[in-house]
């Protein structure tokens, strides 16, 4: 099993621009999350799903949009790329098993590094 | 809103010395507790993960965790560091069934050789 995978690896964008990261899962869970992660803040949670064909936003979500089209793909979106976008993004999902979204174990892609100019 | 502090910044310590790291969490209702780490360059990795039974949980690599309820507290411990053990490490909270998951800020432990 690949677990959880995300590409691209690296992104260097210009202020306005737009783009998607992919993410992939092939534990056939039924949850899963994006967070980015900025120096001294640890991680934050921007959306996430419970299942294909839902969303749901977390703590930090202006900026960004979701899909979850198929179970095993959650894609995030920048419509209009800023400065204050710039951060590391990680994609996670869980199984959920031991009731609600995020009462389970999550399992982290390798991160996706966005520097927004 | 439930929040998760992380006491130590940064925090360097010679091989072999011992570790322990601070969390303490404000919810004050039935929670699950984990601990991740970050290694240079790689994504997050579970340590070990508290839902209920024994408070003093084991994880990988002879790290220990104890929760204390009385105290809103999970802290990391390992009697004896590695230069191998020289990442970033995150606390990481679920209050109640429908909360989030939320993360401290980290700890950057830095082992001497």
Not at chain 1, 28 to 39: A, L, S, T, V
Not at chain 1, 41 to 55: D, F, N
Not at chain 2, 41 to 55: R, T, V
Not at chain 2, 64 to 71: G, H, Q, R, T, V
Request: hydrophobic share 35%; charged share 15%.
């Amino acid at each position: 099993n690949a677990g959880v995978t995300q590409t691209p690896k690296f992104r260097v964008l210009k202020t306005g621009q737009s783009m998607t990261l992919l993410c992939a899962q092939d534990m056939n869970h039924e949850y899963m999350y994006w967070y980015r992660q900025d120096p001294g803040m640890g991680l934050r949670l921007i959306h996430y799903s419970v299942g294909e064909g839902t969303t749901a936003k977390g703590e930090v979500p202006d900026g960004y949009n979701v899909s979850r089209l198929k179970k095993q793909n959650f894609l995030l979106g920048l419509e209009s790329a800023a400065p204050s976008q710039t951060s590391v993004y990680f994609c996670a999902s869980s199984g959920g098993t031991s009731g609600g979204a995020f009462a389970d174990t999550q399992y982290f892609g390798p991160g996706t590094r966005l520097t927004v100019l | 809103a439930q929040s998760v502090s992380q006491h130590n910044h940064h925090v360097i310590l010679s091989e072999a010395a011992s570790l322990e790291l601070g969390c303490n969490y404000s919810y004050g209702g039935t929670v699950n507790l984990f601990w991740y780490v970050q290694y240079p360059g790689q994504h997050l990795q579970l340590l070990l993960k508290y839902f209920s039974g024994d408070p003093l949980v084991k994880g990988i690599k002879g790290f220990e965790a104890e929760f204390i309820k009385s105290k809103f507290s999970f802290n990391l411990r390992k009697p004896s560091v590695q230069w191998s053990d020289t990442a970033e490490y995150f606390c990481a909270v679920i209050g109640g069934s429908q909360g989030n998951l939320i993360f401290g800020k980290g700890t950057k432990l830095s082992v001497k050789p």
